[in-house]
């Protein structure tokens, strides 16, 4: 999915440069990433914490961070595979391959995260799943879009429109996305009795709960354990949709152990049956 031919960039935002080049990396991570997609030479390695890591994860990597370092020498990357390095005061936080797991199996729903953060706040988000043709983005002030769409196919050109979370406010009504129910400790049980409580729930997981918030396609999306990398670009397009990111403490943005997206509505009622004592 190209960003040369869809004509994205918010031109009223302040970070319209930072978003088209943003963008360009994720065409670049579209293309390594595609072409070890249900590779049978897939590289396939097991990281110290026990999740696996595959050789499209470091090249997907690697290319970004030499183009960041190419365009915007100053500033700082986080990534998953390759650690910190630059400055603290402006960063770029990466997520190669968001879902490995499925990745590695075939399962399309998978992503490259990329968010550019400025003094402590993510300002710039992409989101780029190329086997959903599908790409999310938003921009500070400058909202949040999707695009959809698979390039060079005449009745699939990529279709861009902006995003809004759903107005649903009553539990018995909302549809809940949410990643397994490994992870949850001594908030098992609350979890459980919310999903009990909810009109409709579903384990989809990943980056895919969180930007189905943002489409206003689901209410709320939960994570019980999860990396910056994890959450840095879905906070903003689910902030600038209209809805609320926060950690499971009510901790507003990317920067806890954990994730609930929602529209908004419904965040308060969510953080207080997840925290009963």
Same mark, same amino acid.
């Given at each position: ?203 989809? =997981?990943? *980056?895919? +709960?969180?930007?189905? !918030? ?6 709320? $999306? %939960?994570?019980?354990?999860? @990396? #910056? ?13 209209? =809805?609320? *990111?926060? +950690?499971?403490?009510? !901790? ?6 954990? $994730? %609930?997206?929602?529209?908004? @509505? #419904? ?11």
């Amino acid at each position: 999915m190209s960003s040369s031919t869809s004509g994205l960039s918010p031109s009223d935002s302040k970070y319209s440069a930072e978003l088209a080049f943003a963008l360009t990396l994720a065409d670049r991570a579209d293309a390594i990433s595609l072409s070890r997609y249900h590779a049978l030479d897939l590289e396939i390695t097991t990281k110290p914490d026990n999740t696996p890591v595959t050789d499209a994860d470091k090249a997907v990597e690697r290319a970004i961070i030499d183009a960041i370092a190419a365009q915007y020498p100053t500033d700082g990357v986080v990534g998953e595979e390759f650690g910190s390095t630059g400055g603290k005061d402006r960063y770029w936080i990466i997520d190669p391959i968001d879902g490995t797991k499925n990745f590695l199996r075939g399962v399309p729903t998978w992503a490259t995260l990329i968010a550019l953060v400025e003094n402590e706040k993510v300002v710039v988000s992409v989101v780029s799943s190329p086997a959903l043709y599908r790409r999310w983005y938003a921009t500070e002030g400058g909202g949040a879009y999707v695009l959809e769409g698979k390039v060079g196919v005449a009745d699939l050109q990529p279709a861009s429109r902006k995003l809004s979370v759903s107005k649903v406010s009553a539990m018995s009504d909302a549809s809940i996305a949410y990643s397994d129910f490994q992870g949850w400790g001594a908030r098992r049980q609350a979890f459980e009795k919310l999903l009990d409580s909810a009109w409709r729930s579903r384990g989809m =997981g990943d *980056f895919w +709960s969180h930007m189905l !918030v943002a489409e206003g396609a689901v209410d709320v $999306a %939960i994570e019980p354990s999860l @990396a #910056l990398w994890d959450m840095a670009a879905l906070d903003l397009i689910v902030r600038e949709a209209g =809805g609320r *990111f926060s +950690s499971l403490d009510g !901790v507003d943005g990317p920067f806890g152990p954990n $994730a %609930i997206s929602s529209n908004g @509505a #419904l965040h308060e009622v969510i953080l207080e049956a997840l925290n009963k004592q």
